[in-house]
Every structure is written in C-alpha cells, then in structure tokens.
C-alpha cells in the first residue's frame, strides 16, 4: 500500500473482475419506517437476492450514491451479460439507513428471510454502526456479514466472529500504514521520536476504532499520539482546527467522513495547516470527499484499498454494455471510476465470487446464509 497525492491514493491492481473471480480476496463498500426501493426484478425462489442497505439521504449521500451506483451496476452486469451466476438471476432492494445502527438494523430484520422466495446468501450493513450492531444478530440468524474497510477488527478472529468477515483492509492495519507511510517520508521509524501526530476522527465507533493501534504504536515509536473528536456531522470544525494550530501536530490523520471531510480540509487551510501533511483515512479518500473542497484540497493525500481511475477493463464492459445503454444507476457521470463508485464494485464482486465458490460446492441454485459463510470461508 502506497500513498500519492490527492485526490486519493490506491493499490494499482490488474482487472478487478478477472483477480476477483481467481480470489475472494483478490483485489479485493432513513426513517420513520425503512423506505424501500422497488426491486430490481421480481424475485423467485429460482433466483438469489441481493439486500442493499443504502443510505442515499443525509450527511453521508454524497458518498453512499456512487457507492450504490458501483454496486447496482455491477450486478445488472452480471445479469444482463453474464445471465447470472452460472444462471441464477440477481434481484435486488435497497432499504435507506441514513447509516444509522437502528435503521441498519430495521433493514436488516425486513431482509434476512429474503424476498419472495429469493434467499440471502450474504449481507452487507454497508456502515460501521449496523455492523457493530448486526455482529451478534447475523450469527444468530446465520447469515454472513461482509466489511469491507469498517466494522469490529476484533472479527478478524473467525473463531470470535464466525459470521463476520472483514475483507480486507482493517482499521488497525490502516493505522499501521498510516504510521508506515509518515515513517517514510520522515527518513525511518526511528525518527518518529519526538514527532506529534493527531488524529482528527468523526466521533463514532468507526472513528475511535484506530484509537488502540495508535496508542501501541506511539508507545513503541515514541511520537506523541494526539486524539482530537468531530461530532457527527462535522459541519462545524473551527475549535477542532484552532487546537491543531496550538498543538502544532507534524501530521493529521484524517478520520472523517461524509460532509466533515470537505469541511476539516477547508477549514485546516483557514488555520494554516499544510494540507500536504493531512492524510485521510479510506472513508475521506475519493473526488467525492474533496472536490467540494476546492483549492485547499490540492496536495491533500487519502489511503484507500480500493483502486481509483476507469481504466480498468471491468469499467469498458461495463460503459459498452450498462452506462452507454442508458442502465447505469449513476447520476453523476464524474463518479465513473471514482473510489467510492469502485468500492461499489468491489462489494458487489465479493458477494457474487463468494455466491460463485458456494455453488461449486452446494449446486448451481440460491444459496442461503450458511452456504453463503461456505463460499467467503474459500
């Protein structure tokens, strides 16, 4: 993992589909009552259903509608090109969270026993706070969770979290490649020592969960490990900045997300910050996060798993045969090949490899959640 400069830094991996399909893991993201959208199809027990726990509405849309967009038109792709997984037909719903955990959870519980006879092999929270929520609830009911970059590290552990799986990138690793990547350009880990690096994190269990790495980490290396909180949303941030300026930290780790990333970038250039020495985490890392920004966000620096740019060959099949005929579920054409719209992607590529590597064990049929837990175990 490697970082450049803004507007987010990658992986560079070959073809994504080709990589999935060879690994799970190859290169490989409302309410009064859940709102729903209408399916994608009308589901039968002949084919597998998809939930999507989405949240287009709220502080978090301008990230979770490219998210959704590389999701849905993967799996209209998979459809239409490739008429299914080995013929079973994908139908899918969304359900709007607002990423909240009771939201998360509503839709959870509308979609665990499937849709009309359609069963569900896999289920994506798609929010730190449903997954910390769902931990239990999806064991329970036996059907896999996936996490993608968010949720309990701890459940990296199968034998603790037998039904979570967090592919992946983690947040105690991303800590680790922050503090790797600082290291690098300060000469080596030894001269770490004496430095001060600050985190400036959404005050949320997905914020806080770098908290203990980083903690090890600066007890090990010796630099002075600064935690600084933003209430959701983080439209607000002057006092936050104003102490960066007085502490004078060497680096910022950015841990926002949503509205109060674009807002932590602008309003470290009013304070003086160099914004070529704040490093966001996966979660501020796209176009999307800094473009609002506008020039204070040049030279900022993101990490991110999930490799940007449309150049790779998933992304022409997926012009010629879903955008170019009018089938894609992108409103903004600037997102094509986005972080975001390609972590859509990759979510989308987990579930169905891991539908795929099940029906090589269970039958070419629907899968449900066990058989589903099978397929992500390979």
Known sequence: ???????????????????LQRTVLGAVLALGLPTLSAPAAQAAA????????????????????????????????????????????????????????EKGIECYERFKQGLDGAPVAVYQPNGAPAAYALAE?????????????????????????PYNFPVMLTFYSEASAFIN????????????????????????????????????LAEKYGFE??????????????????????LKPDW????????????AIKTAARFGFPVDHIVGDIW?????????????????????????????DIHQRLKKYILDTGKSDLKDPRSFGSVYYNSGLVNAAIAVEAIRAGQAKFGKRPLNG????WGLER
């Open 1 to 19: 993992m490697h970082l450049t400069p803004h507007l987010s830094f990658s992986t560079q991996v070959n073809d994504m589909r080709t990589t």
């Open 46 to 101: 002949t084919e597998q259903f998809v939930p999507l726990a989405t949240y287009r509405v709220g502080a978090y849309a301008s990230s979770g509608i490219p998210v959704w967009a590389g999701m849905i038109d993967y799996l209209r792709y998979i459809n239409e090109v490739e008429g299914g997984i080995n013929g079973v037909k994908l139908v899918w719903q969304e359900c709007e969270t607002e990423w909240t955990a």
């Open 137 to 161: 609830k999806a064991e329970a009911d036996k059907i896999p969770l996936i996490t993608l970059g968010y949720g309990r590290t701890e459940a990296t552990d199968g034998a603790v979290f």
């Open 181 to 216: 990547y600082i290291a690098q350009r300060e000469g080596g880990l030894d001269k770490l020592r004496g430095k001060k690096i600050a985190t400036v994190y959404h005050d949320s269990a997905y914020g806080r969960e770098t908290q203990g790495p980083l903690k090890l």
């Open 225 to 246: 490990n600064i935690q600084i909180p933003v209430a959701d949303p983080g439209n607000e941030q002057a006092s936050q900045w104003r102490q960066v300026r007085q």
């Open 252 to 263: 910022v780790f950015l841990r926002t997300w949503g509205v109060s990333t674009p807002v």
């Open 284 to 312: 501020a890392s796209s176009d999307e996060d800094v473009l609002p920004a506008g020039e204070a966000g040049k030279g900022y620096l993101a990490l991110t798993p999930y490799p940007g740019g449309a150049t790779f």
């Open 370 to 373: 066990e058989e589903g837990r």
